[in-house]
């Protein structure tokens, strides 16, 4: 089985961000593989021990992003490939179209990315790249399972579980739960050092690129009430309260 996993990288979740002139200011700012995009590389090792295969990484990013590639490789993927652009610069849709244009020239039965990155959060990278190569998806799975060549995929809507099954190829995005992500062994720490990583410039097509205009921290207004009386009166003005938030 060929399993493609879409790898991210992000800001380190315990790193201060700021942002200065409308722009996230990414000045020595420590990077981690995005931990949404962990748990789609576990399930993807998942699938190669039970079903066999091999495990390819892709990530597009600056040539420094081939640190997070490698760690990827010493946790159980088989080969990477990065991508050479600006992540921190590009548009979700310019990422989508430089990974769909390269997966078009390689073999894959399933691929696999986070449900979204954890600083950007769009949500858009996987569904596109679904879309570029005509193979359905699914987001944010409950479970995934290969049977005989077909994948039975559950979807956790809320109110219910629904249950999908097609053949292959599909793409699915993992959210946060899914698994429990491995850490990496000193054995597979030295053999990543020797696994296959291509470096490929992609030619970007910028006409389909949207411009952010600026970011800003959301506003946060906070209000103490205190509530008096005794426990009627308390739940009475607590429901109101309550029934003017909805």
């Known amino acids: 089985m060929n399993i493609i996993v879409l790898l991210s ?8 961000i700021t942002v200065q002139d409308n722009k996230v200011q990414i000045v020595d700012v420590n990077y ?3 931990p949404l995009d962990e748990r789609a590389l576990e399930e993807a090792i998942r699938l190669k021990e ?7 990484v892709v990530t597009a990013g600056e040539e420094n992003a081939e640190k997070q590639l490698r760690l990827a490789l010493a946790i159980g993927a088989d080969k990477g490939v990065l991508l050479l652009l600006d992540d921190a610069k590009e548009e979700p849709v310019v990422i ?12 894959f039965d399933i691929i696999l ?5 954890m600083d950007g959060g769009s949500g858009q990278v996987g569904p596109r790249v679904a879309a570029a190569l005509n193979i359905p998806y699914i987001t944010n799975i409950a479970k995934l399972t290969i049977e005989n060549g077909k994948a039975i995929v559950e979807k956790d809507t809320g109110e219910e579980v629904a249950t999908y099954g097609g053949p292959l190829p599909l793409l699915v995005t993992v959210p946060q739960g899914l698994n ?3 850490l990496p062994a000193l054995a597979g720490i030295m053999k990543a050092k020797r696994k296959p990583l291509d470096k490929i410039t992609p030619q970007l097509n910028n006409s389909l690129s949207i411009t952010t205009e600026q970011y800003q921290f959301p506003i946060v207004e906070r209000q103490n009430v205190f509530i008096q009386g005794d426990s009627e009166k308390q739940a009475g003005q607590l429901s109101e309260i309550i029934k003017k938030m909805r």
């Open 9 to 16: 990288r992000t800001f380190d979740s315990e790193q201060q």
């Open 50 to 56: 039970k079903h066999g295969g091999t495990v390819l």
């Open 180 to 182: 429990e992500p491995r």
């Open 113 to 117: 990315a986070g449900a979204f990155a």
């Open 96 to 107: 989508a179209n430089a990974l769909s244009s390269y997966l078009q020239t390689v073999p």
């Open 32 to 34: 981690m593989i995005n």
